[in-house]
């Protein structure tokens, strides 16, 4: 990349900002943050963990919405103009991505909860990373960029499904993770969704 091609995104950048913005579904953000809060809180009552449970489907539920950020008609026509794909993607991650995780941070300091560990960070990040690698996938796969709802299914097979299935005993408790410690499962995860993110930009887009 070249100093005319830096110059130029950051250019971009901030005019992107604000349409990028407008398309986001940030209504389904409300409702999934409720949502997600009610369960922890219901999840914490009668000296109830939520740790156990509801924390951790909380936090796929939040990532089950950034599985739809790239639900986006225009990404068809963007490849061959200034504006590449992967740039326009990157400022709806800078923008969604911290919004999600402010309302995971503020539902892990729902009672009796005491703030997010290390484990439910990992685990958080990971699926974050995750739900936006196989939805980038998806949507260039997908005709109609509607990659979201089949990355979902994907995301709540990784996040709920295995562990269930696989973890001896089934937990979904991020601590407690199907396979190896929990700082080696969730940064494999991370790690994957890394590799496919970079890799289904690095591909051109099939016509």
Not at 149 to 172: D, N, Q, T
Request: charged share 10%.
């Amino acid at each position: 990349m070249n100093d005319g091609t830096v110059e130029l995104r950051a250019t971009q950048g901030p005019l992107l900002v604000r349409p990028n913005a407008r398309t986001i579904r940030w209504a389904a953000l409300c409702v999934i943050g409720a949502v997600a809060a009610l369960a922890v809180w219901t999840g914490g009552r009668k000296n109830g963990d939520p740790a156990m449970f509801a924390l951790p489907v909380a936090t796929t539920l939040l990532c089950v919405w950034l599985c739809f950020l790239f639900e986006d008609l225009a990404a068809e026509t963007t490849d061959s103009t200034a504006t590449p794909l992967a740039w326009r993607r990157a400022v709806r991650m800078a923008i969604a991505v911290p919004a999600a995780a402010c309302v995971w941070f503020a539902i892990t300091w729902i009672r009796p909860l005491e703030g997010p560990t290390a484990a439910a960070a990992g685990s958080f990040a990971a699926q974050v990373v995750l739900a936006l690698a196989v939805a980038a996938a998806l949507g260039r796969t997908i005709p109609g960029a509607r990659g979201g709802l089949a990355a979902a299914g994907v995301l709540v097979f990784v996040a709920i499904v295995i562990p269930l299935w696989l973890g001896s005993p089934p937990s979904i408790e991020p601590s407690r993770p199907p396979y190896g410690t929990a700082a080696t499962y969730w940064s494999s995860i991370a790690g994957i969704g890394i590799v496919l993110f970079v890799s289904t930009h690095a591909l051109p887009r099939r016509r």
